[in-house]
């Protein structure tokens, strides 16, 4: 890589780590007094800081896939999946992270070519970008990556399994956003989430209106997945099983991201 390359990347590095470091912060004041007045004239400078490198970053191009996710970080989707202005400030200050975190990749990627303002491609899609924990979106989407290519090669169990991780990891996702107090509110049982069976959680994610009745489509053996392998337990999985548990994992995926 040309020297002068190198050093042009590693400043743009630098200072989107800058950036994230001051994200972070930002989020953790909104979730420590969300009627904070001072957060907000440090969120529009921060905003403000984000887009100017965005935009130098895409080139100045609108187009650009960078400039296009900066601009529907401040966007909010109706329950019809339309877009709607007015996103909540934490709300932005997550979605322009994740964007910020999408340029230190694209930039980390970068061997022998030109910065990434000279390539309007869009990355890979990022399947679970509604899923509200950050650390758990690469986890889940490499997991969909692992079940796709079981699938096709035909390791149904595994396909299966991996599918059932999946949708429990997102619909707990959900649940936890939703607040345990608003669950409990809407009749759901009491104690930890985490202490929840699966077909508590979906039960109760559907009854709160998280998520419709897809998972009526499920398998039994889907259901009962976490027991796989338990005490000798012998289940076979047919590909039938393997590729419904899928579909409604798509179905649900649908539901938790009505944008889809």
């Not at 896939?65 to 529907?72: D, E, H, I, K, M």
């Not at 339309?82 to 990749?105: F, H, K, S, T, Y």
């Not at 976490?226 to 409604?248: K, L, P």
Request: glycine fraction near 8%; charge should be negative; proline fraction near 5%.
């Amino acid at each position: 890589m040309d020297e002068s390359l190198r050093t042009q990347i590693e400043t743009y590095l630098s200072h989107l780590h800058g950036l994230i470091r001051r994200g972070h912060q930002l989020r953790d004041r909104w979730a420590t007094d969300p009627a904070d007045g001072s957060a907000i004239a440090a969120t529009r400078a921060w905003q403000e800081d984000c887009g100017m490198t965005i935009h130098q970053l895409s080139g100045g191009s609108k187009a650009h896939w960078l400039a296009r996710s900066f601009s529907q970080g401040f966007l909010m989707r109706s329950e019809g999946g339309q877009a709607a202005e007015g996103a909540m400030p934490a709300e932005i200050v997550n979605r322009l992270l994740a964007v910020l975190d999408q340029a230190v990749a694209s930039l980390s990627d970068t061997d022998d070519g030109p910065v990434i303002s000279a390539s309007s491609a869009q990355p890979p899609p990022h399947r679970f970008d509604f899923v509200h924990n950050l650390e758990l979106r690469p986890v889940v989407e490499q997991a969909y990556i692992d079940s796709r290519r079981a699938l096709e090669q035909g390791d149904y169990e595994p396909a299966l399994l991996t599918s059932c991780g999946i949708l429990e990891a997102i619909v707990t996702d959900a649940l936890e956003h939703k607040g345990l107090s608003a669950l409990i509110g809407s009749g759901a049982p009491a104690g930890k989430i985490a202490d929840w069976s699966f077909n508590t959680r979906l039960a109760v994610a559907e009854k709160t209106g998280l998520i419709r009745s897809g998972c009526a489509r499920l398998p039994p053996v889907a259901r009962t997945y976490r027991d796989h392998g338990e005490n000798g337990s012998q289940t076979t999985t047919s590909e039938s099983d393997a590729r419904r548990t899928g579909q409604v994992l798509h179905v649900i995926m649908r539901d938790l991201d009505p944008g889809r």
